[in-house]
């Protein structure tokens, strides 16, 4: 049960430090609405991943390749309407009223945030292809050798990515200024990774 405790933990923490649409969206978050009004988008895996470890063991390994293509051109298009929305903030906005003029509540942030994790194709490839055979090698086992790798894993995973926002959150309060950069190079990375999904999403749909 250790062993499968320990792989949990080591494969949260690449997928914590790795730039991802879920985790520069929470960043973005952070920086215009604080830390408080984001913790809670924190938790949306929680929410959209049960349902994708339940199509892996149960559908997913035997879906076509044209359904992830398409989940990842749709995803690309939502995280550019999502850059918009930051860039249109930015033009509308003064660096000392920026934090201030974010009205959304954290129950509008972790919707926002389930989106966004539903529509990346990251967590279907990654429980698909790596966590999903590992999970169901410990359920083989016992109930609460699978158990232990969920728990090391997600436990990691929302410890990691509530030092990761935090951070951001901070760094946004000391400095103002650095605030508004941090949120614009946030809506770049939206922008660009949105672009990259639509790009492989529709090559791999025209099938080039």
């Known amino acids: 049960m250790a ?10 923490l690449p997928t914590v430090l790795t730039p991802s649409p879920f985790r520069i969206y929470l960043i973005t978050e952070v920086l215009q609405h604080g830390f408080r009004r984001t913790l809670p988008a924190i938790f949306a895996p929680a929410i959209t991943d049960g349902p994708i470890i339940l199509l892996v063991v149960l559908i997913l390994s035997r879906m076509p ?12 298009l939502y995280l550019l309407y999502l850059a918009t929305n930051v860039v249109r903030l ?3 906005t003064t660096v000392p009223t920026l934090r201030a003029s974010g009205g959304q509540s954290a129950r509008q942030s972790l919707g926002r945030a389930v989106v966004v994790n539903a529509l990346n194709p990251n967590p279907y490839i ?3 292809v790596v966590a999903g055979p590992i999970l169901m090698l410990g359920l083989a086992q016992s109930l609460a ?11 990691v995973f929302f410890v990691g990515v509530t030092i990761v926002i935090w951070l951001f959150s901070a760094a946004g309060r000391i400095n103002p200024a ?6 614009g190079v946030s809506a770049l990375g939206l922008a660009l ?6 790009w492989g999403g529709a090559r791999a749909l025209a099938g080039l």
């Open 3 to 12: 062993i499968y405790l320990l792989q949990g933990v080591m494969l949260a």
């Open 65 to 76: 390749q044209w359904m992830l293509d398409a989940l990842r051109f749709g995803g690309g």
């Open 90 to 92: 930015l033009r509308r």
């Open 126 to 128: 990654f429980w698909t």
């Open 145 to 155: 050798t699978g158990l232990a790798f969920l728990l090391g894993f997600y436990g």
């Open 178 to 183: 650095a605030n508004r950069l941090l949120l």
């Open 193 to 198: 990774i949105g672009l990259m999904q639509i």
